[in-house]
């Protein structure tokens, strides 16, 4: 059950007064519902099921868990990881 | 957002490590999520897993628990003239008493696919010469956006949308699986993004009451092995408690103007779910005062309720009683083609993941 | 022709229809075989040592202009690439259409157009035709139909029959861009995307194949409706062997993987326009990913998976994790879900 996809809110914009956003999946964009997280800001970004964003998704936490990726590629190889992670990542 | 790091092998092989590790006894754990019994055999976890560990797949399929007379009620409703049935594509091919949606569209009914409740609304708004129906099942993580639609219609005065109302809530399921005389369960993963909602909080008191661990997962690949390590964690150290394994997305209390939302459009009530039975207070039906948005009030005389024998044994699959293989029709009478019930039908039904992927597990 | 559609009279054989063929179709189509619009075209002698391969397919398309191209390109292309995939060079094509009545005339003005500069790329000739009109409703605006004739000079057989234990699967590039690129286009499931349809001939790349490996290919498949997952069932089915994939191994733009997790989709059952599947003896596997690579059309062409000798039609896939799970049969019409 639940699928949704983590996107990036490219724009906050209203629908008669219906808080929405233009978010970003990674090359497709879609008009979703941001009304349950008032709180969203442009650049935040958002777990989105069913057309309507379920919560902002927490950066520091996303961030340590890169940390551990991080981690584990260090000392199963030894090299860094080809992309930065933190650049690109969020 | 970069995904890759979640489903990096690399990554799984460390959890994998960890939980290996931490085993000294054989558990059973369920994943409550059927989105989450879809994942880990869409990426063979449960073959990478140790071998004393048996995962047991759980109830948390709302596709596959929509009873079937609410399915037979939507068929009825796209098959009236005037009306438009709007639907998520997972409905169109689940075997309602004797049809499918997809089998009514074909026989000239009027079904709409849509990905959102706005989307149903915006059907209505654009015609408004027709009935539009949406037909609302999900999880507490579906429920508020039907919720907001039908909140809309009413302060927009949109007279031609109504909603069939099939939305049903997890935690009320885990506790009558907890409560069952056959339950093997140790502990449990629950549903992500369904705690995305409501939050975990509701399980506390089920972790305490039945001494269980029961760990919010998510649904990559390092998600679901943290979260089964968590769990492999508190059951060899004697502990029961809730934990969060999806700290991204899910706070203890959930998200609270989503649950404002479902509080202002939906009561709770007693509910029936397909295969299992009755479960106290664990389904959603709209307030009194959105009486005209209630398609089973507006269109009341739909299809009575009644019961039709089949040998589909959905009931011990849902409640991880019995894995697919153990029934007697699996991948023979029954088949996605020919589907005797709704797990083989719904994308992340058990028997149809199982089937899918399953069927001849690990070939030399 | 601003405004004008077509009405019932354009398929019932008098003076609108004359019109519309000569006006429209000819002017668009025109060549030696189809300008005196006999009943039929008279085609040449083959050379000696030639066989004629021969195919047909049709196209119901919704919408009829896409991201990418339009229904017409789709038809040519279509064809085109069924013929390649016989290891055919594609010639001739008859073209039917089947129009419903109140399509606008500049749209199948367009459509046509977009017919004779997909067969020109190729350097085939649509050479009959046929056109009906019916009432509205009885069409979702236009079908088309074309079929085709293709001339093979080599001596090779190709066939999943011809499929053996050891060779490998090459795919000539990214998994379900067209299926994507029309699904963006929805109306109720709609998204915004630079994706474009992958619709594209597959002569060259179906040439370059031939010349560089020979005899080592073995089949030749276009992944069309039900994707790379129902090709694969065809080459097990077919040849009674097991197909193993490699999932690390297969291309996916990330948009199309962004839209596939956000719709509930799998990339191996989506539909491709564009692109071929290659089964070639396990040692020249290399050498051909690295001929396709050098064409524009492929270079993201990769080995992506193995023949063996196992259980007959099974479709298994070795996920990236390390794992080995079964790959079934697309199910039928690709449904987005959000459970």
Redesign the interface.
């Known amino acids: 059950?639940?699928?949704?996809a983590?996107?990036?809110v490219l724009r906050l914009y209203e629908t008669?007064g219906?808080q929405m956003g233009e978010v970003d999946f990674g090359g497709i964009s879609k008009q979703v519902?941001l009304?349950?997280?008032?709180a969203v800001r442009a650049g935040d970004?958002v777990?989105v099921?069913?057309?309507?964003a379920?919560?902002i998704?927490?950066a520091a936490?996303?961030e340590?868990?890169?940390a551990?990726?991080r981690a584990?590629?260090d000392t199963?190889t030894g090299d860094r990881p080809r992309a930065e992670?933190g650049d690109?990542?969020? | 957002?970069?995904?890759a790091?979640?489903?990096?092998?690399?990554?799984?092989s460390?959890l994998l490590e960890e939980i290996r590790n931490a085993l000294h006894h054989p558990w059973v754990i369920m994943e409550t999520?059927?989105?989450q019994t879809h994942a880990i055999?869409?990426?063979?976890?449960d073959?990478?897993l140790p071998r004393g560990i048996e995962l047991v797949h759980g109830p948390?399929?709302?596709?596959c628990v929509t009873p079937s007379a609410r399915i037979d009620a939507a068929i009825a409703l796209a098959a009236r003239p005037g009306v438009t049935l709007?639907t998520?594509?997972?409905m169109?091919?689940v075997p309602g008493s004797t049809t499918t949606l997809?089998a009514a569209r074909a026989a000239g009914g009027k079904v709409?696919?849509?990905?959102?409740?706005?989307?149903a609304l915006a059907?209505a708004r654009r015609s408004p010469g027709r009935e539009i129906v949406f037909f609302a099942?999900?999880?507490e993580?579906?429920a508020?956006?039907s919720a907001?639609a039908v909140a809309?219609a009413r302060s927009?005065r949109i007279r031609n949308f109504s909603l069939l109302t099939a939305h049903v809530l997890v935690p009320p399921a885990v506790r009558a699986l907890l409560q069952s005389p056959g339950n093997r369960v140790q502990g449990y993963l629950a549903?992500?993004?369904?705690c995305?909602?409501l939050g975990w909080q509701p399980y506390e008191a089920l972790a305490a009451e039945f001494q269980v661990p029961i760990v919010v997962t998510g649904?990559e690949?390092?998600d679901l092995l943290r979260g089964i390590g968590r769990v492999v964690q508190m059951l060899e150290a004697g502990e029961a408690r809730v934990e969060n394994a999806y700290?991204?997305?899910?706070?203890r209390e959930g998200?609270l103007?989503?649950q404002a939302?479902l509080q202002s459009v939906f009561e709770v009530c007693d509910c029936e779910w397909r295969g299992i039975g009755v479960i106290p207070a664990s389904g959603l039906r709209l307030r009194p005062e959105y009486a005209a948005w209630d398609a089973q009030v507006k269109f009341s005389g739909l299809i009575a309720e009644k019961a039709v024998p089949t040998e589909c044994i959905s009931g011990a699959i849902l409640q991880g009683l019995k894995k697919p293989p153990d029934c007697p029709a699996f991948g023979g009478r029954c088949t996605?083609?020919r589907p005797l019930g709704a797990p083989m039908v719904?994308?992340?039904g058990a028997c149809a993941a199982y089937?899918?992927?399953?069927?001849?597990?690990?070939?030399a | 022709m601003n405004g004008e559609t077509i009405q019932l009279g354009h398929g019932n054989g008098g003076r609108m229809m004359a019109g519309l063929i000569s006006d429209l179709f000819r002017r668009h189509f025109a060549n030696p075989f189809l300008n005196p619009l006999d009943d039929g075209a008279l085609l040449p002698e083959l050379e000696p040592g030639q066989r004629l391969s021969f195919s047909t397919d049709s196209f119901v398309v919704d919408p009829l202009f896409f991201p990418g191209g339009c229904i017409g390109e789709l038809a040519v292309n279509g064809t085109v690439n069924d013929l390649c995939m016989c290891g055919s060079q594609p010639r001739w094509l008859s073209a039917g259409f089947i129009i419903e009545e109140g399509l606008p005339l500049e749209d199948l003005d367009r459509i046509a157009a977009a017919m004779a500069e997909a067969a020109a790329r190729v350097g085939v000739q649509i050479v009959t035709g046929d056109t009906k009109v019916v009432e509205k409703g009885k069409a979702d605006k236009l079908f088309i139909n074309t079929s085709g004739i293709g001339v093979i000079a080599h001596g090779l057989t190709l066939g999943s029959r011809h499929l053996q234990p050891g060779d490998r699967l090459i795919i000539s590039g990214t998994l379900g861009d067209h299926g994507i690129a029309i699904l963006s286009r929805r109306q109720?499931?709609g998204f915004s995307t630079a994706l474009l349809s992958d619709t594209a001939p597959l002569h060259e790349l179906t040439a370059l194949l031939l010349s560089e490996c020979g005899e080592a290919v073995h089949a030749l498949r276009d992944p069309t409706r039900g994707g790379l997952a129902a090709t694969c069932h065809e080459f097990a089915r077919g040849s009674s062997l097991?197909i193993r994939l490699e999932e690390k191994a297969l291309p996916v733009r990330p948009d199309v993987a962004a839209a596939c997790?956000l719709?509930?989709l799998d990339p191996l059952y989506i539909a491709n326009e564009g692109k071929l599947v290659a089964a070639i003896a396990g040692e020249a596997a290399e050498s051909a990913v690295a001929a396709l690579r050098s064409h524009p059309l492929s270079r993201d062409a990769a080995v992506i998976g193995e023949v063996k000798k196992?259980?007959a039609g099974?479709v298994?896939l070795h996920?990236?994790?390390?794992?080995?799970?079964?790959v079934?049969l697309p199910?039928?019409?690709l449904?987005?879900?959000?459970?």
């Open positions: 059950m639940c699928v949704a983590p996107g990036k008669e219906l519902c009304a349950h997280v008032p970004h777990m099921h069913a057309g309507f379920l919560e998704i927490d936490e996303v340590q868990f890169y551990l990726w584990v590629l199963r992670a690109d990542a969020l | 957002m970069n995904l790091p979640f489903a990096h092998p690399e990554v799984a460390r999520c059927g989105g055999l869409r990426l063979g976890l073959q990478l948390g399929c709302p596709v709007a998520f594509g997972d169109m091919r997809f709409e696919m849509v990905y959102s409740a706005l989307d059907l099942i999900g999880f993580t579906t508020p956006g907001l809309r927009e549903a992500g993004h369904a995305a909602i649904f690949a390092a700290e991204r997305v899910v706070r998200n103007p989503a939302q996605p083609l719904s994308a992340e089937f899918s992927y399953h069927r001849n597990p690990e070939r | 109720n499931l097991e997790g719709l509930g196992g259980e099974l298994a996920t990236s994790l390390g794992a080995w799970r079964l079934d199910a039928g019409e449904l987005p879900r959000i459970c």
